[in-house]
């Protein structure tokens, strides 16, 4: 599933290559992916829009259009966003909005993703981008309001990919953040002691500008078709030897999904 680190890369190898194009053509393979218009309406109203700037909130892509639209691509469990130089498509393809000079974008494999087409004076009215909470790479993010975040019920790993309380971090980077702060994904909240708490939000931060730095986990491309390169402490690594330790990583199940920790170096 792209996560923040991912969904950040794919914006920043988009960005420079869209910003300033224009859309001359849109062809819709596959209805189902765009939830907000029918395919004619969505082709019509992306026909003659600029695009002005692509940005992202959370795991969702947005492209801001000259006419007063935004294109949000949510990419969910799986999609893919992919810049090519002509406006070919590939088999995969749900989506393809081709460019006045031939270039173009295609979105594809969106059976678990979502295009909608939104006014951008009324992005703040979507009820999936309105729900979600404060970026983790952002000023906003201080320590004081990291801890007023872990407050209450639960464990770590549920508040770290809870979208409303931090948005954009899912399931492998909250086992990698974990792992960076020695404190185990199903600790409690109620047990982590202040410097504890005050190790984990370094985690976050170190951990995603690296992630990003990196392009995001190896199974994840870019616009360009590039690989991540983030070497992965524990997530997939069960049964492996930890990076950090003599320790051997557990692979275990947290509410249903796969998780990943060193008995070892975490408590």
Known sequence: MPELPEVESARRSLAPLVRGRTVA????????????????????????????????????????????WTLAFHFKLWGMVRFVPSGDADPQTAVLLTFTDGTGVQFRELQLSELGLYRTDALDRVEYLAALGVEPLSPALTLDRFRALLAGRGTVHGALTDQERLAGIGNLWAHEICHAARIRPDRRLATLTPQEVAALYRAVRTVLRRAVAAGGEPEFADARGRRGRARLAVYGRGGQRCPRSDGTIVAARIGGRPSFYCPGCQR
């Open 25 to 68: 053509r849109v062809e819709v393979r596959s209805p189902a992916s765009v939830r907000t218009h029918t395919p004619a309406a969505f082709a019509r109203l992306l026909r003659g829009q600029t695009v002005t700037a692509v940005s992202r909130r959370g795991k969702v892509l947005l492209f801001t259009l000259s006419g007063g």
